[in-house]
């Protein structure tokens, strides 16, 4: 089945610097990666998503980039803010279906510096 | 965007006694709602995938008589914890999946999480 792994698990950068999550997946049949922050008790919310006809897609400071050929994908976050302190989780699903799965990495808790 | 809801928000229960949780997709109907355990600094573990009318899907190693599953209705799932024990104590998460008959062939399908339910067994 799918495997995908995230790194670092922490992450600590200065207000106003960038952070750049990175994560990679086992099965080349994945086509949908979506990431997620999730704050203390609460659900994970969808921030940006990419599917595997697009190499980068951006929204406002959030933006991921995703190669195909060595199958990763990473989350970029451009001039933090203290309300993007998170944890941040990338996924991965392959197929359509309403069934299709969507396979969570390991987390990465990223801590905005004031 | 579109709404799940869980209750209830927490609960605690005494050991040996089965506890509900409700999930609910607010203003869309889910042919499928996913059900996620996630333990403390851990990420989110699919327990299993229902379908509306039908039995669920469980993933290995995950224990059917144990955490059973009710999608009864469209918008509609249950996971019920049966003789519950100190170590099922986590964050249930449910995931309902919003079929678009508009959407396109490349996106058939939106999928929304719900806030959570913190159980914990005594």
């Known amino acids: 089945g799918e495997n995908v792994e995230q790194h670092p698990s922490t992450l600590s950068v200065q207000e106003g610097d960038s952070a750049v999550i990175k994560c990679t997946y086992s099965d080349s049949a994945s086509n949908y990666f979506p990431w997620y922050k999730q704050e203390l008790g609460k659900g994970p919310q969808l921030i940006i998503d990419i599917r595997s006809n697009v190499g980068e897609k951006k929204d406002q400071r959030i933006a991921v980039t995703l190669n195909k050929t060595a199958k990763h994908f990473s989350l970029h976050i451009t001039e933090t803010q203290p309300e993007d302190s998170a944890v941040y989780f990338c996924?991965?699903?392959?197929?359509?279906?309403?069934?299709?799965?969507?396979?969570f990495g390991s987390g990465t808790r990223l801590s905005i510096r004031p | 965007g579109a709404v799940v809801s869980q209750h209830p928000s927490w609960v605690i229960c005494k050991s040996g006694t089965s506890v509900k949780i409700e999930c609910r997709s607010l203003?869309?109907?889910?042919?499928?709602m996913f059900w996620y355990r996630q333990f403390p600094k851990q990420s989110l573990m699919l327990m299993a995938t229902s379908n509306e009318g039908s039995k669920a899907t469980y993933e290995q190693g995950v224990e059917k008589d144990k955490f059973l599953i009710n999608h009864a209705s469209l918008t509609l799932s249950t996971l019920t914890v049966t003789s519950a024990h100190p170590e099922d104590s986590s964050f249930y998460i449910c995931s309902a999946r919003d079929f678009d008959p508009r959407g396109t062939p490349d996106r058939p399908y939106e999928q929304y999480f719900g806030p959570g339910t913190r159980l914990t067994v005594t």
């Open positions: 203003d869309f109907q889910a042919t499928t």
């Open positions: 996924a991965a699903r392959r197929g359509r279906s309403s069934a299709s799965k969507i396979i």
